[in-house]
């Protein structure tokens, strides 16, 4: 176990460099190098088949909260119309594309609708960490960030939730007609929005009770797996609820700071002045304002830490999911469904497309949502990159399920697909752009 740690730690290290040296995404990184790992050293576990589907379910609330922290509650409602476009909308649109596709392109396999439905909810859930990771080495327009982070982020709670509450119990022979579909839907987002409020402000009052910067790294991760829990014990999407907390709790706790920012501005103001002339403030009371600017710059460094302490522990979360992909699918599989596997990834990048197309028509009629060019569009549906909760979902499909190796091979292989092609072509858009997203990023800040 303790060298199983080493490798998992040695890859994210040098993934880590990589990207920061030499511009490549830490997804190509850690998958081409845990690929490469589990080929040297074949004879070491990772986990046992019992296990894996709840250690894969244990890393999901620390992804979701690492990607949650980077959101703020006045950039959502200010892309709400966007968002819902693109995470709710496009996702549910695209899975019927999926449906009325499938059994046009796989119908040798018989496929149920249930079935198919799971199949693209899985292949179309995308990775806010690999989509985050892209976007931390290059200057982007906030907006597009937002909307890119955002979308990622919302797509695979809409995609979770089909998965769950509407291809699980279809595959399992429930009947789930279309206003089923609907008022389970509304339900369990209701219900679920409602948990992760109610856990975030428990959050909030928890972290007001301390000062101490470990404990509010705990409270962070309580709050996330708390919400996720709770949301789980009463059958709710997990993901959503864990979503809703950490924003809320985020959105609080940043007001907070965003204060202690003022008053460290205003602190420097006075000290300053007083620089500049030492007879219009006393010496106990520049003491004090001393005194109380290192103790919020103190604070604000600290919560900034923290922060990225969450996305330290995201990421080597993401490793240790892309190391076990070697482990759960080989590429003997790969091959033998390699037709498949590249059908899939054509048909569901032509669909993010046609809907990426479809939001940029929509928004730039529209005054309440985001403008969007050619660019913006370029780099929006080549940051649909997969991962994660792909992989976790996996582990939710039936026991027995007939199409279980054909589905582990495809899901497995448009991860790796959309890896190498959409993270390699979204780097180099922004690089040929680099100019244009420059300029607009510094009117941005005017």
């Known amino acids: 176990m303790i060298l199983t740690l080493l490798a998992l730690l040695t890859i994210l290290f040098i993934a880590i460099e990589l990207q920061k040296y030499f511009k490549i995404p830490s997804p190509i990184s850690l998958i081409g190098l845990s690929y490469g790992f589990y080929y040297l050293f074949p004879q070491m576990v990772l986990f046992s088949e019992a296990t894996f589907a709840d250690l894969v379910l244990f890393l999901i609330p620390i992804l979701i909260a690492a990607d949650a922290l980077q959101l703020k509650l006045d950039d959502l409602r200010k892309n709400a119309l966007s968002l819902v476009y693109v995470a709710a909308f496009s996702v549910a649109i695209s899975i019927i594309f999926g449906i009325i596709v499938a059994n046009t392109f796989f119908a040798e396999y018989a496929l149920s609708t249930g079935a198919i439905i799971a199949l693209f909810a899985m292949v179309l859930a995308t990775d806010p960490v690999s989509v985050v990771s892209v976007f931390s080495s290059f200057k982007v327009p906030h907006k597009l960030a937002i909307l890119a982070e955002g979308e990622s982020l919302f797509n695979d709670a809409t995609a979770l939730i089909i998965f769950m509450f509407v291809a699980i119990p279809m595959i399992n022979g429930i009947e789930i007609g279309a206003m089923d579909i609907v008022i389970v839907s509304v339900k369990v987002i209701f219900f679920s929005v409602l948990i992760g409020l109610f856990m975030g402000y428990i959050g909030i009052l928890l972290m007001r009770l301390t000062s101490d910067p470990m404990s509010e790294l705990v409270l962070i991760l309580l709050t996330a797996y708390g919400a996720f829990e709770v949301a789980e014990i009463f059958h709710f999407a997990g993901l959503l609820a864990v979503i809703v907390a950490i924003i809320t709790l985020n959105t609080i706790t940043q007001k907070s700071f965003d204060a202690k920012q003022r008053q460290i501005k205003k602190a420097t103001n006075i000290v ?29 460094e600290r919560h900034k830490q923290n922060l990225n302490y969450v996305a330290i522990l995201a990421l080597l979360a993401n490793t240790f999911l892309f190391m076990s992909m070697a482990s759960i699918v080989h590429f003997e599989a790969l091959l033998k469904y390699k037709e498949e596997i590249f059908l899939m990834f054509l048909i569901t990048t032509v669909i993010r497309a046609f809907m990426m197309g479809t939001f940029g028509i929509v928004s730039n009629i529209s005054k309440k949502m985001t403008d969007i060019g050619v660019r913006w569009w370029s780099v929006l549906l080549f940051a649909g990159i997969k991962g994660g909760l792909s992989i976790v979902m996996l582990q939710m499909l039936p026991k027995g399920f007939e199409h279980k190796e054909m589905f582990d091979a495809i899901v497995i292989g448009v991860i790796l697909l959309s890896t190498f092609v959409y993270a390699t072509v979204l780097v180099a858009i922004i690089m040929s752009n680099k100019r244009s997203f420059d300029a607009e990023v510094k009117a941005e800040h005017h």
């Open 272 to 300: 300053n002045r007083a620089n500049q002339s030492k007879k219009i403030f006393s010496t106990r009371f520049m003491n004090g304002i001393a005194r109380r600017l290192s103790s919020d710059v103190s604070k604000l």
